[in-house]
Nanobody, 123 residues
Framework: VQLQASGGGLVQAGGSLRLSCVASGHTFSRAGTAWFRQAPGKEREFVSA???????HYSDSVKGRFTISRDSAKNTVNLQMNSVKPEDTAVYYC??????????????????WGQGTLVTVSS
C-alpha cells in the first residue's frame, strides 16, 4: 500500500485549501482513512477521519471548518479546509487503518501513511 498526499501550499488566513490522498494497492472504502498533522516542534495530532462505514470524525480545532470525504469512483480521500487559521500550519499526513472507535485519534491505529504535504497559513 502506498499513499500520496497532495494539495498543500501557501494560503492566507480565512482562505481555503483542498488536500487529496491517493492510494495504490488499496481501496479506501475497505478501511478507515484519517488525516493527521504535525506542526514544527509538536507531536502529530489527529485532524479528521472517515470510517469504512462512511461516518466522519473531527478534532475540536477543525470541526465546522474542515470536511473529509471519500470519492470511491476516483479512490481518493479529500480534506476540504475552509476558514483556515495560522495555527493550521503543519505537514498534513493521510493514513489508513481499521481503528476501533475509542482509539480513532491515535496514530498507532493506522498502519500505512503517506509522505505528507505542507500547509502554510499566513496571517
Amino acid at each position: 500500500v502506498q499513499l500520496q498526499a497532495s494539495g498543500g501550499g501557501l494560503v492566507q488566513a480565512g482562505g481555503s485549501l483542498r488536500l487529496s490522498c491517493v492510494a495504490s494497492g488499496h481501496t479506501f472504502s475497505r478501511a478507515g482513512t484519517a488525516w493527521f498533522r504535525q506542526a514544527p516542534g509538536k507531536e502529530r495530532e489527529f485532524v479528521s477521519a472517515i470510517r469504512q462505514t462512511g461516518t466522519t470524525h473531527y478534532s475540536d480545532s477543525v470541526k465546522g471548518r474542515f470536511t473529509i470525504s471519500r470519492d470511491s469512483a476516483k479512490n481518493t480521500v479529500n480534506l476540504q479546509m475552509n476558514s483556515v487559521k495560522p495555527e493550521d500550519t503543519a505537514v498534513y499526513y493521510c493514513a489508513v487503518g481499521n481503528p476501533i472507535l475509542s482509539a480513532l485519534r491515535e496514530t498507532r491505529m493506522y498502519n500505512h501513511w503517506g509522505q505528507g504535504t505542507l500547509v502554510t497559513v499566513s496571517s
